[in-house]
């Protein structure tokens, strides 16, 4: 049974920095995507940074440069590291997992954590 219990979040200023932390049970990251997604109040859930079952990686435009997603195996964990932050990175954040060697298409995850807040503020 796969379970995913995110941690990490917070508040700071522009500029700021946190890391996001996903612990995981259940997932064998050389057959799984695995990726964070964002939803802000009033706004659609938006994908922000994906990590195939290989390593390779992929971020929306808007953090690229500022973002960075990796993962431990060992620790079974996922980590978002968010830098120079923005107001408008303020949202709920979601990890993610979806039983796939590959992170194309992004609404066919079937496991979510129950999210953890980020509040940037300017």
């Known amino acids: 049974q796969v379970q995913l219990v995110e941690s990490g979040g917070g508040s700071v200023q522009s500029g700021g920095s946190l890391r996001l932390s996903c612990a995981d049970s259940?997932?064998?990251?050389?057959?799984?995507?695995m990726g964070w997604f964002r939803q802000a109040p009033g706004k659609e859930r938006e994908g922000v940074a994906f990590?195939?079952?290989?390593?390779?990686?992929s971020y929306r435009d808007s953090v690229k440069g500022r973002f960075t997603i990796s993962r431990d195996v060992a620790k079974n964990t996922l980590f978002l590291q968010m830098n120079s932050l923005k107001p408008e990175d303020t949202a709920m954040y979601y990890c993610?997992?979806?039983?796939?060697?590959?992170?194309?298409?992004?609404?066919?995850?079937?496991?979510w954590g129950q999210g953890t807040q980020v509040t940037v503020s300017s």
């Open positions: 259940g997932i064998t990251y050389n057959s799984f995507c």
């Open positions: 990590i195939n079952s290989g390593g390779g990686t």
């Open positions: 993610a997992a979806k039983r796939s060697l590959y992170c194309s298409g992004l609404f066919d995850f079937a496991y």
